[in-house]
């Protein structure tokens, strides 16, 4: 078998498995058509069976060898199939889902519940899927129990006994506006289930109050396994400070060009709100087909005849009292092509909340994110690619729906309609934001209290909200920042292509390939499209920069042997200190170094070094920064022994290039 048809099989492997254990969440985009028989389960053995499953398929992925690096394509899938790996790795090890955060087995309970009953078409198989899920939910939080013990968090807890305040009315009115869709004679049977299962849930609730004191307190993922996550999941070029720094650029810039425009629109009425949902629905329809024109118009992106449309539909009565959910919507799915996507809409009405509202005054705001959602996923579903076809991490989905935004704000979709540019500045104020809350969090930069009062300052929003809300950021580390940073990278990947080549850069082409390949992380996709040297397309990687760090240090020692200092100061920083292992005072700079250098007896009067060994190495690199520590033995001529060193580096990124700033040297014999 060539590698790629390999690389194919473990894929489809992989997949299939994944459809079976991935956990379910409230995220509309990682959702997956799950085989027919699917329940979640969480056990400490579903556990550990998942971790061995997946080494296994890390084992089969080490094997394969990409003989020829010019073969992009494939690069590019090997590299997708090593972070949704990664991903499961940072669900089950890193973030322990399964038992730092209660609301993860809210999901996996009525959450499921939900997923099943977002298609439009309730048929008698939604019945029974529902009907098999809430027979699980007994098992489920037997296991949420157990795993949690000890572990939970104690904020997140709070949080999840407020989802559940009203459980058993939810579920039971839930319950009966679907009898409906159920044969007479089985009604009775279905409502007294859904009790029995809402009951399941009233009793884990109580759980919760009962042992709140005994949870921790919740702590961040820190820096370090956020930079991992980074690195090999999202596949993120920037620092976690350079991505606060643009959060906050992109939020000073929103927040001045929102009152630019209100001031510009100040005397401009703001439109009526439609009847109710059917109507909304049907303006809805209309601009979709203009959206869609428009990207044809305007040359920006092709609308295949074959690709559905995104339409709103009145939302359901037996989805409204679980909304709070997940988003109410459905983006159908692989086997889905000729279906629609759809986004439930509530009931018009006054004091509504914001997103609602002005949803309801021009759907083209849902039409430029959702639809672009939609679009995007229904488009790379058709992937020629096999590995692209799935979703593994949604910084490049959310970031081309939030590019799309501001593309058709640019491009004059809304210059009909002012209080929707307004929107769209509000829009981007909360998407940058949301970087700097998710990053700060993620880091330990910001308590969950500190991202509250941030919040709340800046949005402005009340407290409690405000608390719940970074809360709901604390539990999903790195997907607050997708939509900025998505953004931002595809930015950098438009200029940069244009300015490589002006005369054949097209809007539509670009456009196209971004959004067939919509699940594919923008730095490969920049690296595929505009054919950037093979050593560059893991600029990030972490064993790339160890590697490189540990290649370093033997060129300075070689340096040292050919008596080269030039050479070996190259990978010096100017202001770099060391401590020497016989000097007592700490040494500045190069200068000092080089004062040191001349200070020591010279090689002709001491013993000649014959060869150096640099062994042990332990590198740990954190954004800008790298920690190296390892160990050197120094061989003499002449039957002198051995000279036992040990040194502790650090390293930083100047210029593209990493460089010593502080070294510890010390003889231990
Ligand atoms: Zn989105």
Same mark, same amino acid.
């Given at each position: 078998?060539?590698?790629?048809?390999?690389?194919?099989?473990?894929?489809?492997?992989?997949?299939?498995? &994944?459809?079976?254990?991935?956990?379910?969440?409230?995220?509309?985009?990682?959702?997956?058509?799950?085989?027919?028989?699917?329940?979640?389960?969480?056990?400490?053995?579903?556990?550990?069976?998942?971790?061995?499953?997946?080494?296994?398929?890390?084992?089969?992925?080490?094997?394969?060898?990409?003989?020829?690096?010019?073969?992009?394509?494939?690069?590019?899938?090997?590299?997708?199939?090593?972070?949704?790996?990664?991903?499961?790795?940072?669900?089950?090890?890193?973030?322990?889902?399964?038992?730092?955060?209660?609301?993860?087995?809210?999901?996996?309970?009525?959450?499921?519940?939900?997923?099943?009953?977002?298609?439009?078409?309730?048929?008698?198989?939604?019945?029974?899927?529902?009907?098999?899920?809430?027979?699980?939910?007994?098992?489920?939080?037997?296991?949420?129990?157990?795993?949690?013990?000890?572990?939970?968090?104690?904020?997140?807890?709070?949080?999840?006994?407020?989802?559940?305040?009203? !459980?058993?009315?939810?579920?039971?009115?839930?319950?009966?506006?679907?009898?409906?869709?159920? *044969?007479?004679?089985?009604?009775?049977?279905?409502?007294?289930?859904?009790?029995?299962?809402?009951?399941?849930?009233?009793?884990?609730?109580?759980?919760?109050?009962?042992?709140?004191? *005994?949870?921790?307190?919740?702590?961040?993922?820190?820096?370090?396994?956020?930079?991992?996550?980074?690195?090999?999941?999202?596949?993120?070029?920037?620092?976690?400070?350079?991505?606060?720094?643009?959060?906050?650029?992109?939020?000073?810039?929103?927040?001045?060009?929102?009152?630019?425009?209100?001031?510009?629109?100040?005397?401009?009425?703001?439109?009526?709100?439609?009847?109710?949902?059917?109507?909304?629905?049907?303006?809805?329809?209309?601009?979709?087909?203009?959206?869609?024109?428009?990207?044809?118009?305007?040359?920006?992106?092709?609308?295949?005849?074959?690709?559905?449309?995104?339409?709103?539909?009145?939302?359901?009565?037996?989805?409204?009292?679980?909304?709070?959910?997940?988003?109410?919507?459905?983006?159908?799915?692989?086997?889905?092509?000729?279906?629609?996507?759809?986004?439930?809409?509530?009931?018009?009405?006054?004091?509504?909340?914001?997103?609602?509202?002005?949803?309801?005054?021009?759907?083209?705001?849902?039409?430029?994110?959702?639809?672009?959602?939609?679009?995007?996923?229904?488009?790379?579903?058709?992937?020629?690619?096999?590995?692209? &076809?799935?979703?593994?991490?949604?910084?490049?989905?959310?970031?081309?729906?939030?590019?799309?935004?501001?593309?058709?704000?640019?491009?004059?979709?809304?210059?009909?309609?002012?209080?929707?540019?307004?929107?769209?500045?509000?829009?981007?104020?909360?998407?940058?934001?949301?970087?700097?809350?998710?990053?700060?969090?993620?880091?330990? &930069?910001?308590?969950?209290?500190?991202?509250?009062?941030?919040?709340?300052?800046?949005?402005?929003?009340?407290?409690?909200?405000?608390?719940?809300?970074?809360?709901?950021?604390?539990?999903?580390?790195?997907?607050?920042?997708?939509?900025?940073?998505?953004?931002?990278?595809?930015?950098?990947?438009?200029?940069?292509?244009?300015?490589?080549?002006?005369?054949?850069?097209?809007?539509?082409?670009?456009?196209?390939?971004?959004?067939?390949?919509?699940?594919?992380?923008?730095?490969?996709?920049?690296?595929?499209?505009?054919?950037?040297?093979?050593?560059?397309?893991?600029?990030?990687?972490?064993?790339?920069?160890?590697?490189?760090?540990?290649?370093?240090?033997?060129?300075?020692?070689?340096?040292?042997?050919?008596?080269?200092?030039?050479?070996?100061?190259?990978?010096?920083?100017?202001?770099?200190?060391?401590?020497?292992?016989?000097?007592?005072?700490?040494?500045?700079?190069?200068?000092?170094?080089?004062?040191?250098?001349? &200070?020591?007896?010279?090689?002709?009067?001491?013993?000649?070094?014959?060869? !150096?060994?640099?062994?042990?190495?332990?590198?740990?690199?954190?954004?800008? !920064?790298?920690?190296?520590?390892?160990?050197?033995?120094?061989?003499?001529?002449?039957?002198?022994?051995?000279?036992? !060193?040990?040194?502790?580096?650090?390293?930083?990124?100047?210029?593209?290039?990493?460089?010593?700033?502080?070294?510890?040297?010390?003889?231990?014999?």
């Amino acid at each position: 078998m060539t590698a790629e048809a390999t690389l194919e099989s473990l894929a489809s492997d992989f997949w299939k498995w &994944r459809a079976w254990q991935q956990p379910r969440s409230h995220d509309d985009i990682p959702r997956l058509e799950r085989p027919k028989e699917w329940i979640p389960n969480w056990s400490k053995e579903n556990v550990s069976t998942y971790l061995s499953d997946l080494e296994n398929f890390e084992r089969r992925l080490n094997e394969i060898e990409i003989t020829n690096p010019e073969h992009r394509e494939i690069l590019v899938d090997y590299k997708l199939l090593k972070s949704a790996f990664a991903r499961v790795r940072w669900e089950i090890e890193y973030l322990e889902m399964w038992r730092r955060f209660p609301r993860f087995y809210i999901d996996q309970t009525i959450g499921v519940v939900f997923d099943y009953l977002l298609n439009p078409n309730v048929t008698r198989e939604t019945v029974e899927h529902i009907q098999r899920n809430l027979n699980n939910f007994k098992t489920v939080l037997t296991h949420a129990r157990q795993n949690l013990t000890g572990y939970a968090f104690h904020e997140h807890a709070t949080v999840s006994i407020e989802d559940l305040g009203n !459980i058993d009315s939810n579920m039971k009115e839930m319950g009966e506006a679907l009898l409906e869709f159920i *044969s007479n004679e089985k009604q009775a049977s279905f409502l007294s289930r859904v009790s029995e299962a809402a009951q399941e849930l009233v009793d884990f609730r109580e759980w919760l109050k009962l042992n709140l004191s *005994s949870f921790v307190p919740a702590s961040s993922i820190g820096e370090k396994s956020f930079v991992w996550f980074l690195q090999n999941v999202a596949y993120i070029p920037y620092t976690p400070s350079e991505m606060i720094s643009i959060g906050e650029i992109e939020f000073d810039k929103a927040t001045t060009f929102e009152a630019i425009f209100e001031n510009k629109y100040k005397d401009k009425p703001i439109p009526h709100l439609p009847k109710n949902a059917t109507e909304q629905s049907e303006n809805e329809s209309k601009l979709e087909q203009e959206v869609r024109d428009f990207y044809e118009r305007e040359n920006l992106l092709t609308q295949p005849e074959s690709l559905g449309h995104y339409l709103n539909a009145p939302r359901p009565k037996y989805l409204e009292p679980i909304k709070w959910l997940g988003v109410t919507d459905d983006l159908t799915g692989p086997s889905r092509l000729d279906e629609d996507g759809i986004s439930y809409v509530p009931v018009p009405r006054d004091g509504m909340p914001y997103f609602y509202a002005a949803n309801a005054r021009d759907p083209r705001a849902g039409i430029v994110h959702e639809g672009a959602h939609y679009q995007q996923l229904a488009l790379s579903w058709r992937n020629p690619r096999f590995i692209r &076809r799935h979703f593994y991490d949604s910084g490049v989905n959310e970031g081309i729906a939030f590019y799309n935004e501001e593309l058709m704000l640019a491009a004059g979709l809304f210059i009909d309609a002012p209080h929707s540019q307004t929107l769209m500045y509000n829009f981007m104020k909360l998407r940058a934001l949301r970087v700097i809350i998710d990053v700060s969090l993620a880091t330990g &930069r910001m308590s969950i209290d500190d991202a509250a009062n941030y919040l709340s300052k800046k949005v402005p929003m009340d407290w409690q909200t405000a608390h719940e809300e970074a809360v709901f950021f604390a539990s999903f580390p790195g997907q607050g920042l997708t939509y900025q940073i998505g953004k931002s990278q595809i930015i950098n990947f438009m200029a940069e292509a244009r300015r490589r080549n002006p005369s054949e850069f097209s809007l539509r082409k670009i456009h196209d390939y971004l959004w067939i390949n919509g699940n594919v992380p923008i730095s490969l996709l920049k690296w595929e499209y505009l054919k950037l040297p093979v050593d560059e397309i893991f600029p990030q990687d972490i064993s790339h920069i160890k590697e490189i760090i540990w290649k370093n240090i033997r060129h300075m020692l070689d340096c040292y042997l050919a008596k080269d200092r030039k050479n070996a100061d190259n990978h010096i920083a100017e202001d770099v200190t060391l401590w020497d292992s016989v000097e007592p005072q700490l040494i500045f700079g190069l200068r000092g170094l080089n004062a040191l250098r001349d &200070r020591r007896p010279s090689s002709e009067n001491g013993p000649k070094v014959l060869s !150096i060994e640099n062994l042990n190495p332990v590198i740990d690199v954190i954004g800008e !920064i790298a920690i190296a520590r390892y160990e050197l033995l120094i061989h003499f001529d002449g039957g002198i022994p051995d000279e036992h !060193i040990r040194n502790t580096a650090v390293w930083r990124i100047i210029n593209g290039a990493w460089k010593v700033i502080h070294n510890h040297e010390d003889v231990i014999s």
